[in-house]
C-alpha cells in the first residue's frame, strides 16, 4: 500500500467510515487535479482494462505496472506524478486487480495480452515499460513478445531465473506451505503479515485497518490470482531463452538489499542473464516504489534518457 495511506488512516480511522477507501479518493481527486483521466479499454476476452493516463503525451510513453496487493494507483501514485512533467505516463490496472478483469485464462500471457491490446488501441510506439513484483514478469513477457518495447525497467522482479525451489523457499519464509498464500492472503492477518514483510519499517496502525485493506485490494478474483501464481512455474518452463536472448531490448534491474520475497542473489543472477545493470538500495525491502518514490523516478529517468 501507498505509504501515504499508513500515514492517512491515522485522520480518517476516527470518523466511521472506511480509510481505505477515502485516502483513495483523495488520491484519484489529486491525480485528476493533475490531468491524469481514468479510462477503460473493452478487451476481446469479454473483460475491460481500466488504466490511468497522463502527463505530456507528446513525450515518450512509460507504461508502470503494479504488483500483487492493489492497483496502479496503490503502487505509483507518487512516481506517475512526478514522471508526469516529461513522460506520456500509462498506469494500468492489471486484470483481475481493481477494475480490471477478463474471461480469459489467469496467466501471465493474459495479462500480457491486455497490454499489448492497449498499447495497439492508443497506437503507442517505442514505449518503456516499468514493472514491479508481479508486474516486472509481465515486463519480462512484453520485452519477449511486444516490438514497441523501448527499454524496461524490472524492480525487484527476478524473472526467468526464480525456479520451483525458489518458489518453496519464498514460501518458508513466510511461514506457508505454497507461494499463492504468501500473495493472495485469505484474511485480514494474512494482509497484515505480507504487508510487514514487505516495506520498510511498517508502521503501526489499527488492526481493522488489515480488513478493509483484504476486502478492498485481496478478497475479488480470489480463484483467478491465486491462478496467477501457480502457473508461473509452467509459463517460466515453455520458455526457451536461444530464442529470444539476442533480441531482447535494453533493461535495467532495481533491487532491495534486504528483499525477504525475491532476495538480492536473485536480481544479481538475473541481471547477469539479460547482461543487464542492476541497482541496489541500501536497507531496502521489497515495496521500491512505494518506500522510494522520488528515487525510483529518478532511476527511471536516467535510464530512460
Known amino acids: 500500500m501507498m505509504r501515504l495511506m499508513i500515514v492517512s488512516v491515522f485522520i480518517f480511522f476516527l470518523g466511521g467510515c472506511s480509510a481505505v477507501s477515502m485516502v483513495d479518493n483523495y488520491q484519484q481527486n489529486q491525480l485528476m487535479k493533475a490531468g491524469f483521466e481514468r479510462q477503460q479499454l473493452s478487451l ?4 475491460e482494462l481500466h488504466y490511468w493516463q497522463g502527463g505530456d503525451t507528446s513525450a515518450p510513453t512509460v507504461i508502470l ?3 500483487f496487493g492493489g492497483t496502479g494507483l496503490t503502487s505509483w501514485y507518487e512516481i506517475m506524478q512526478q514522471l508526469a512533467s516529461d513522460y506520456h505516463v500509462i498506469v494500468p490496472d492489471l486484470l483481475w486487480f481493481g477494475a480490471s478483469f477478463s474471461n480469459a485464462p489467469a496467466t501471465i500471457s493474459s495479462e500480457t495480452q491486455a497490454i499489448q491490446h492497449l498499447i495497439e488501441e492508443l497506437a503507442l510506439e517505442n514505449v518503456n515499460v516499468v514493472g514491479i513484483s508481479f508486474g516486472g514478469f509481465i515486463t519480462f513477457d512484453l520485452m ?3 516490438p514497441t518495447v523501448n527499454k524496461a525497467i524490472m524492480l ?3 524473472g526467468i531465473v526464480f525456479g520451483d525451489e525458489d518458489m518453496d523457499a519464498m514460501s518458508q519464509r513466510f511461514g506457508q506451505s505454497v507461494p499463492e498464500a504468501v500473495f493472495v492472503p485469505e484474511n485480514k492477518e494474512g494482509v497484515r503479515h505480507l504487508l510487514e514483510h514487505t516495506f520498510v519499517d511498517h508502521p503501526w496502525y489499527p488492526s481493522f485497518i488489515d480488513e478493509q485493506i ?3 485490494y485481496f478478497a475479488d478474483f480470489h480463484i ?3 491462478s496467477l501464481i501457480t502457473t508461473l512455474p509452467a509459463y517460466r518452463d515453455q520458455l526457451n531463452p536461444a530464442e529470444f536472448k539476442v533480441k531482447l531490448p535494453p533493461s535495467l534491474l532495481i533491487w532491495g538489499e534486504n528483499d525477504s520475497v525475491f532476495p538480492l542473489e536473485k536480481g544479481i543472477e538475473f541481471s547477469e542473464f539479460l547482461n543487464a545493470p542492476i541497482i ?3 536497507d531496502a525491502s521489497h515495496g521500491l516504489s512505494n518506500d522510494f518514490p522520488e528515487s525510483i523516478s529518478q532511476m527511471i529517468r536516467d535510464f530512460i534518457q
Open 65 to 67: 505496472l503494479h504488483g
Open 144 to 146: 519477449i513478445k511486444e
Open 224 to 226: 483467478q490470482k491465486k
Open 280 to 282: 541496489i538500495i541500501p
Open 156 to 158: 525487484a522482479s527476478p
Open 44 to 47: 476481446e476476452s469479454q473483460g
Open 214 to 216: 483484504y476486502q478492498s
